[in-house]
Structure formats: C-alpha cells, structure tokens
C-alpha cells in the first residue's frame, strides 16, 4: 500500500501542476504513459484528482451560494419600503366614506 501512494505521488503532482496550468486530462494520461508509468497507475491517479476537484468545486459553489444570500438579505435590508402612494382625490374621497 505504501510503495503504491509512493508510486502515485508524483502522478498527483505532475496532474494538478498541469490541470492548472489548463492542459487536458487525456494528453497528461498519455504523457504519464509515456514516461514508463503504468495506465493503471494513471488512472488511479487521474480517478483521484478528479475526486479532488469535484470536491473544491462543491466547496466554491457552496461559498458562492452562501455569499449571494447574503448580497441578497444586504440588498433587502437597505431597500426602502414602498409606500402606496395616493392622490389628492382619494384622500377627499375617504373623508366623506
């Protein structure tokens, strides 16, 4: 198990160093592959960067969602009530109703 994280490690770093930088999963595969590391190695690796990131992502939108409600109870709060405004002739006519 240990020698196997070993073996992974430097997937996982060559994987998030170059996903970041913006190239694609599937050329990274090939060119792990092409270094002499096993596909099955690589696919774990790119199985768990994958988990990876869908994780950060759950996380982000959840912060972004959060931040919005609160922009949005913000906006609220600071909005004036509207009052209903009537006219002259309304007023007159409540008087003698």
Known sequence: MAREIDRITPILT??????????KPETLKWALINEGYSRIEVEKGMKQIQEELDRERKIAESKALKEAETQALIISEEMPQEVEKTGFFSKVKGWFS
């Open 14 to 23: 060559y994987l998030r160093k170059n996903l970041s930088k913006g190239y």
